[in-house]
């Protein structure tokens, strides 16, 4: 039964959109809160624009809420000089409403620790200026909740693909190609395992968080299927398709389509995990909350789908 509790969205890339399209899909109170115009494609949620990088600001955008979700993101070239201020103004507003605070993730914190089994219980080993900062974020929200500052509850995803994502390592460099036979990307090894969670399992595990309460105060990997190499991934994909992939590998981080030098040169420090073998397990969040990652080639054939939809006729694509 739906108790009307208003559930804030924050962040209109792939992870909040997919998100408050969730939420509203379970038949909650939704309102999506960005920084820019959020394109109307749904009734039932409430829009707003407000850039929340302030208390003031943040407080103001999230009234009434109950829970609030953490998806903004910012440039990559200039998320350690603004997400801690975004992370400060969140956990002030979940405070001043009581509202419980669930923050979205990437695996930054683990730096070379990625590995055969990436656990809740890998170290945090991030020597990257971005992987510190995650990790020096992550500690920030796990004390505001042992410090009962705000009830916090934090999912990590690793490498997004799915409807609506464009600019990932499996995303808009790969999908149309595989489509219509042009050139796709490959990054780094791809024969090394390396894990890639479905936006739509990113928005339903984030929905799960927000509403189940025995989650809270840890981080918790959101369901994704067991890695296999990003080759695999690409068989599968003509599999589908029925149609052979050229593959353009990019194996250092040099600009590549819409990866302009600005971002490589930001993402370097990165690179490595193209590199090393990443296999993000969830099996803790899938045994709490029996809730399982959608099958991956169902997946990649609903992303392939809505890719064909997307661009259909979009020459310039």
Known sequence: MNDQRLHV??????????????????????RHVSRSTIPH???????????????????????????????????????VAVLPGVAEAVIAAAARHDAKLVVLDTLYPYGTADGEAITEQTPWAATSRKGRMRAELDERYLEAHRGGEARTVMGRAADFFGPGV????????????????????????????????????????LAVLGADDRGDGRVWHLPTNPAVSTAEVHRTVESITGRPLTVELV????????????FMAEYAEMFYQNLIPQNMVSAAFESAFDVRPTPM?????????WYAAAFAGDETR
């Open 166 to 205: 464009l600019t990932s390592t499996l995303a808009a460099t790969f999908f149309p190609g595989a489509l219509t036979g042009e050139p796709v990307l490959g990054i780094g090894d791809i024969t090394l395992p390396h894990s890639y969670t479905y936006i739509k399992d990113v928005a339903a595990g």
């Open 9 to 30: 969205v924050l962040g209109a890339g792939p992870a909040g959109t997919a998100t408050a399209a969730e939420l509203a899909s379970r038949g909650e109170r939704v």
């Open 41 to 79: 494609v749904d009734d039932r949620i409430e829009r707003r624009r407000a850039d929340v990088s302030t208390a003031e600001a943040a407080v103001a955008a999230t009234e009434g809420a109950a829970v609030i979700y953490h998806a903004v993101n910012v440039p990559y070239h200039q998320q």
């Open 251 to 262: 194996t250092e981080a040099v600009a590549y389509g819409p990866f302009d030098e600005r």
């Open 297 to 305: 080639r169902r997946a990649l054939e609903e992303t392939l789908a």
